[in-house]
């Protein structure tokens, strides 16, 4: 069974860089079927998807998110992280990762726990 | 538009049928999927592609379609089910992905 794990620091300052790691178990991040993503969640609201990485390393952004957002794959390491920059406050989300299908009609079948991430001075 | 519209709150009795819909122009390409969110718990995957259930979620859970907007329905509602359930569909017009707003969901 797949495993995911979302690591970083879960305190950031505003305008800093907010970076996380997904470590991937149970199967491999090379595997040709999926993409890699990521998706956010403030406290009460609803869910965003941020962004999606394939082994190979093409990547698709958000739109609203594009200029800050920077996605990368380690297939040595089983790995893929995230990078946003300019952080606010409005950014405190729980960022999670996840894997999803990548033809057809797309779904996520399986996903980390999240990692809380707070942006405060 | 490139959205997804869900009612924020429905509520059922326990035991009864309730409906979650999910509404966007998306929906006519792709099929929708649903999650069920929990505190403390990752996203589970509820439903995806043309109403197909992963192993392990109950039959009580089924889906359609219909033009613009994804059902999700829950035939026989149990107190385990109330939490917040999200629709997702890939865009129609770009290869990115997008989320309804979210439904909570009350058993009484």
């Known amino acids: 069974q797949l495993q995911m794990q979302e690591s970083g620091p879960g305190l950031i300052k505003p305008a800093e860089t907010l970076s996380l790691t997904c470590s991937v178990s149970g199967g491999s991040i090379s595997d040709s079927r999926y993409y890699w993503a990521w998706i956010r969640q403030p406290p009460g609201k609803g869910l965003e998807w941020i962004g999606s990485i394939f082994y190979s390393g093409n990547t698709y952004y958000n739109p609203s998110l594009k200029s800050r957002v920077t996605m990368s794959v380690d297939t040595s390491k089983n790995q893929f992280s995230l990078t946003v920059t300019s952080v606010t406050a409005a950014e405190t989300s729980l960022y999670f990762c996840?894997?999803?299908?990548?033809?057809?009609?797309?779904?996520?079948?399986?996903w980390g726990q999240g990692a809380l991430v707070t942006v405060s001075s | 538009s490139s959205e997804l519209t869900q009612d924020p709150a429905v509520s059922v009795a326990l035991g009864q049928t309730v409906n979650i819909t999910c509404q966007g122009d998306s929906l006519s390409y792709y099929h929708a999927s649903w999650y069920q969110l929990k505190p403390g718990q990752a996203p589970l995957l509820v439903l995806y592609a043309q109403g197909n259930r992963p192993s392990g979620i109950p039959d009580r859970f089924s889906g359609s379609t219909s033009g613009n907007t994804a059902s999700l329905t829950i035939t026989g509602a149990q107190a385990e089910d109330e939490t917040d359930y999200y629709c997702s569909c890939r865009d129609s017009r770009a290869n990115h992905l997008l989320f309804g707003g979210g439904t909570k969901l009350t058993v009484l």
């Open positions: 996840a894997r999803h299908t990548g033809s057809g009609s797309y779904y996520f079948d399986s």
